[in-house]
């Protein structure tokens, strides 16, 4: 599937690796990065409406849709730091220096360390509904955890993991697209088909990817903590409101990275971009102005 309207670029980035990327609308531009399980397509909606005013480029992730999906040969594959060089790349590729960058979910991720890692390519920063990955081991403990299974599944040595879920595959990726949506209706049938599709084709890249956040991408934020280092870009977060089931303070957690911080508490389900679409690019547009 496509988002109407979008023109479809494959873009050599680095080590080889070429992304699937869809690019349309002319002005500044935004740089849109998709979560978990889904593809570029979860923005369809908030792309047609950025388009607009701004050129808007919205990839596949490294290991995921219709992008590479490279073995991995070590940590540093689906290192989020190896993932945001590919975005810079991308976004550099297709004629733009700086951009604003926003992600959902492993999106996030990915935009959270390219601010930390590229501020001078990131002009304005947006997070939606994820906590930088050290701050989401810190706050996953006890039964409260559960909710969380799939981290710690993903983030065993491999073999295991791999093997587990491609054995029932539709229904491990189909379990969040129900859990994790709020309005039913907000992903239809066929969206829903092409998001199973990608990730019964991505299983060992998207073990990859979740396996780099449990050792080398907390070692980078680590680091980049006791260093002091912080996003310098003006940030937006919009966020479920899981402080309150699991016992901590959101927007404190990102004040500490952020000093620039627009923290948003929304009602929406965690698909947000999908469920809410106006509202997310509102406040897209909201974080551009500043």
Same mark, same amino acid.
């Given at each position: 599937?496509?988002?109407?309207?979008?023109?479809?670029?494959?873009?050599?980035?680095?080590?080889?690796?070429?992304?699937?990327?869809?690019?349309?609308? $002319?002005?500044?531009?935004?740089?849109?990065?998709?979560?978990?399980? &889904?593809?570029?397509?979860?923005?369809?909606?908030?792309?047609? *409406?950025?388009? @607009?005013?701004?050129?808007?480029?919205?990839?596949d992730l490294r290991g995921y849709g219709? $992008?590479?999906?490279?073995?991995?040969?070590?940590?540093?594959?689906?290192?989020? *730091?190896?993932?945001? !060089?590919?975005?810079? %790349?991308?976004? *550099?590729?297709?004629?733009?220096?700086?951009?604003?960058?926003?992600?959902? +979910? =492993?999106?996030?991720?990915?935009?959270? =360390?390219?601010?930390?890692?590229?501020?001078?390519? #990131? @002009?304005?920063?947006?997070?939606? +509904?994820?906590?930088?990955?050290? /701050?989401?081991?810190?706050?996953?403990?006890?039964?409260?955890?559960?909710?969380?299974?799939?981290?710690?599944?993903?983030a065993q040595p491999p073999g295991l993991?791999? @093997?587990?879920?491609?054995?029932?595959?539709?229904?491990?990726?189909?379990?969040?697209?129900?859990?994790? @949506?709020?309005?039913?209706?907000? #992903?239809?049938?066929?969206?829903?088909?092409?998001?199973?599709?990608?990730?019964?084709? %991505?299983?060992? $890249? #998207?073990?990859?990817?979740?396996?780099? $956040?449990?050792?080398? +991408?907390?070692?980078? /934020?680590?680091? /980049?903590? !006791?260093?002091?280092?912080?996003?310098?870009?003006?940030?937006?977060?919009? &966020? &479920?409101?899981?402080?309150?089931?699991?016992?901590?303070?959101?927007?404190?957690?990102?004040?500490?990275?952020?000093?620039?911080?627009?923290?948003?508490?929304?009602?929406?389900?965690?698909?947000?971009?999908?469920?809410?679409?106006?509202?997310?690019?509102?406040?897209?547009?909201?974080?551009?102005?500043?």
């Open positions: 599937m496509r988002i109407p309207g979008f023109d479809y670029r494959r873009v050599p980035v680095a080590g080889g690796v070429v992304l699937n990327a869809a690019v349309a609308g $002319s002005g500044s531009p935004v740089v849109l990065l998709h979560g978990f399980p &889904q593809t570029h397509l979860m923005w369809r909606h908030v792309a047609a *409406r950025l388009a @607009t005013a701004h050129t808007v480029i919205c990839p219709a $992008s590479d999906k490279p073995a991995e040969t070590g940590p540093g594959t689906y290192s989020k *730091r190896t993932m945001a !060089a590919d975005v810079v %790349a991308l976004a *550099r590729a297709l004629g733009h220096e700086r951009f604003a960058l926003a992600g959902h +979910d =492993r999106g996030a991720l990915v935009a959270f =360390r390219a601010g930390l890692d590229r501020p001078a390519a #990131i @002009t304005h920063l947006a997070c939606l +509904d994820v906590l930088p990955t050290l /701050d989401m081991w810190d706050v996953m403990r006890g039964a409260d955890a559960a909710v969380g299974f799939h981290l710690y599944l993903m993991p791999e @093997t587990m879920i491609a054995a029932s595959a539709d229904a491990f990726f189909g379990h969040f697209l129900d859990l994790w @949506t709020g309005d039913a209706g907000a #992903i239809p049938p066929g969206v829903r088909a092409a998001y199973l599709d990608a990730c019964r084709a %991505a299983v060992p $890249s #998207i073990v990859a990817d979740y396996r780099a $956040s449990a050792g080398v +991408d907390a070692e980078h /934020d680590r680091a /980049d903590r !006791a260093a002091g280092r912080r996003l310098a870009m003006p940030v937006t977060v919009l &966020q &479920q409101d899981w402080g309150a089931a699991l016992g901590y303070d959101a927007a404190a957690l990102w004040r500490a990275w952020a000093g620039d911080l627009d923290h948003r508490t929304v009602a929406f389900g965690h698909f947000m971009a999908e469920e809410a679409p106006a509202e997310v690019a509102e406040a897209l547009r909201d974080l551009l102005a500043r």
